[in-house]
């Protein structure tokens, strides 16, 4: 149980296009997922939390008008990457937590997205 | 600041052996705190997660202790083999909330 299925697993494109990732928790509803990004031999970053109905909160630094995040349902999240450049290249990495009170509850990952911006 | 910090140089050991990894946190007063095991280009996978009034927590071949004394958790694989080799990372909660909070994890190389 608790599968999160990420997609695509890898783009490659233009510096200029715009990229959507989708995160799906495919067993479970999810009411918080979560972006992370990760550069090679560095640890995973947060980028920023979903709710499912609401704003997604940004961590510090990361633009919000460039990473587009919107959590439609409880089991879909998606992540726009617009107007990519090639500093944006990395592995993109989302959660998804369950429903729960609990804080201590693990999250499931996704399989990452491989972002090359050419 | 807040910081995770575990081993950055990778660890090789024979299969076999029991492989002990580090994990080491500043300024955090953390509840609880979880391990996942990275392989590469793939996601995190959880393996355990050890409440702050747990010295100790086992599950088959892992053990992980908790010293929120030493601000350390230890993280054990006993009888290691080759399907152990990969990257493991120590995750503490951020202050803001659910979100997770990573170390820079430690590879972990386990040859025949």
């Known amino acids: 149980g608790a599968v999160v299925s990420q997609h695509p697993s890898r783009v490659i494109c233009k510096s200029g296009t715009s990229v959507k990732i989708e995160c799906r928790s495919l067993?479970?509803?999810?009411?918080?997922m979560f972006w992370y990004r990760q550069f090679p031999k560095q640890s995973l970053m947060l980028m920023a939390t979903s709710n499912e109905g609401s704003k997604a909160t940004y961590e510090q630094g990361v633009e919000k008008d460039k990473f587009l995040i919107n959590h439609a349902s409880l089991t879909l999240s998606t992540l726009t990457v617009t107007s990519a450049h090639p500093e944006d290249s990395s592995f993109y990495i989302c959660?998804?937590?369950?429903?729960?009170?609990?804080?201590?509850?693990?999250?499931?990952f996704g399989d990452g997205t491989r972002l090359s911006i050419l | 600041s807040q910081k995770i910090e575990q081993n950055s140089e990778a660890l090789n050991i024979q299969e076999g052996k029991t492989a002990t990894l580090t994990c080491n946190y500043t300024?955090?007063?953390?509840?609880?705190l979880q391990w996942y095991r990275q392989d590469p280009g793939r996601g995190p996978v959880f393996l355990l997660l050890i409440r702050e009034n747990e010295k100790e927590k086992r599950k088959e071949r892992l053990k992980v202790t908790f010293d929120t004394t030493l601000k350390q958790s230890l993280f054990h694989i006993t009888a290691s083999q080759p399907a152990d080799s990969a990257t493991y990372l120590c995750a503490l909660n951020s202050n803001s909330g659910y979100a997770l909070n990573f170390g820079k994890g430690t590879s972990l190389l386990v040859t025949p």
């Open positions: 067993d479970f509803q999810a009411t918080t």
């Open positions: 959660s998804a937590r369950s429903r729960g009170i609990y804080s201590n509850q693990p999250q499931h």
């Open positions: 300024n955090y007063s953390p509840a609880y």
